[in-house]
């Protein structure tokens, strides 16, 4: 519910404080404020409810403003994190445990990790023959391993401060059995609203 809705909800209900706080906000010209302050006179007061509803809507453009928020909003939710973008940002952050991560920064580079590993794994198949192969392929892994475990940890911290929670959770992956699917279920979430952690990241 609005919040200028609320405060008609409970002026309708005799809070007189919600209808002078609704009156305040509609005199000061918030169009919205307006709009809500005509339903409570759309009962009672013909003349004051045309009065306040044309001040909304043909001096403030009330519904214009509404279904521009609306189509912004929209655009918002469409746009996400590219898969070069999203690799670029994170390597970028390389040891930055601090702001948020978006969903798709997140899954974009989880797949670059899986893509990495594959490769390696086909590196593997097609040439260890020998000790001296199996030597560099190992070293191979092992280096690729140490230098993205650090982006790997650090984008998901940032994905859970998205979501409102704290890196600490990333600790839930290790509780058997369970642990691992709540921490798949954060990082599924939708980005939350401005938090302590920054606000909501536009992709």
């Known amino acids: 519910m609005r919040y200028n809705e609320r405060l008609l909800h409970e002026a309708l209900q005799g809070n007189k404080d919600s209808f002078k706080e609704l009156k305040f906000n509609a005199g000061s010209g918030d169009a919205e404020a307006q709009y809500y302050f005509a339903q409570y ?31 912004h909003e929209k655009e918002q ?12 940002t994170c390597l970028n952050k390389y040891t930055t445990f601090t ?23 086909i590196i593997t198949v097609v040439f260890v023959r020998d000790e001296t192969s199996y ?20 984008v998901g911290v940032r994905r859970l401060h998205d979501v409102g929670k704290s890196g600490w959770w990333m600790l839930v ?4 059995y369970i642990g691992s699917f709540i921490l798949l ?16 990241p536009d992709k």
């Open 41 to 71: 006179y759309a009962k009672d007061s013909e003349e004051d409810f045309r009065y306040w509803i044309k001040k909304a809507i043909v001096d403030n453009h009330y519904f214009a403003k509404l279904e521009g928020q609306a189509i």
């Open 77 to 88: 939710e469409q746009e996400s994190m590219k898969f070069s973008e999203a690799v670029k």
């Open 99 to 121: 702001g948020r991560a978006s969903r798709s920064e997140y899954w974009w580079f989880a797949f670059f990790y899986f893509l990495v590993f594959m490769l390696l794994a």
């Open 135 to 154: 030597f560099i392929v190992t070293a191979l892994s092992v280096c690729t391993t140490l230098a993205l475990i650090l982006p790997g940890i650090a």
């Open 173 to 176: 992956s290790f509780i058997p």
């Open 185 to 200: 279920y954060f990082m599924c979430k939708e980005s939350a609203a401005d938090n302590e952690f920054g606000k909501r």
